[in-house]
């Protein structure tokens, strides 16, 4: 999609700090973090929201959210359980869709955010 910039970093025409990518998908750090981790998980075909999602797109959404937990843990903020139960580290992962939802980025982009800040 031209004038995209999602798209662009897909096709490698302006650099990002890539975490992750395959035939499908790609995951970088968002260039404005606000917290110590901060990447966004992306599909590489260009789909410009939630809301433009298609009932083909629903094995495609599945990695997108079966990334985030992965990805987490290796940025070193993913979910522990202790033997006792007790909980440790977790993550934030939000998508923004439409102006009332502060989307800025119109491809469809998964926000994982962790650490203190
Ligand atoms: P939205 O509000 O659309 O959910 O968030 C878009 C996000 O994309 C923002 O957090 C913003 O910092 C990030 N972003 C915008 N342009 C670029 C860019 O060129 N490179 C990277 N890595 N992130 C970007
Ligand atoms: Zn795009």
């Known amino acids: 999609m031209d004038n995209c ?27 404005n973090p606000v917290a110590p981790v901060h990447f966004l998980i992306i599909p590489k075909k260009h789909i410009a929201s939630l809301s433009h999602v298609a009932a083909e797109d629903a094995m495609l959404l599945g990695k997108m959210m079966g990334l985030a937990p ?12 202790d033997a006792d139960g007790s909980r440790h580290g977790g993550y934030k992962t939000q998508i923004n869709t439409g102006p009332a939802g502060g989307q800025i980025v119109y491809h469809l982009h998964a926000h994982v955010i962790g650490g203190k800040k």
């Open 70 to 81: 992965k990805l987490a843990e290796q940025a070193g903020c993913g979910l522990t359980e």
């Open 5 to 31: 910039i999602f798209c662009k970093i897909v096709a490698k025409q302006i650099p990002a700090t890539v975490l992750y990518e395959d035939d499908e998908l790609m995951a970088f750090n968002d260039i």
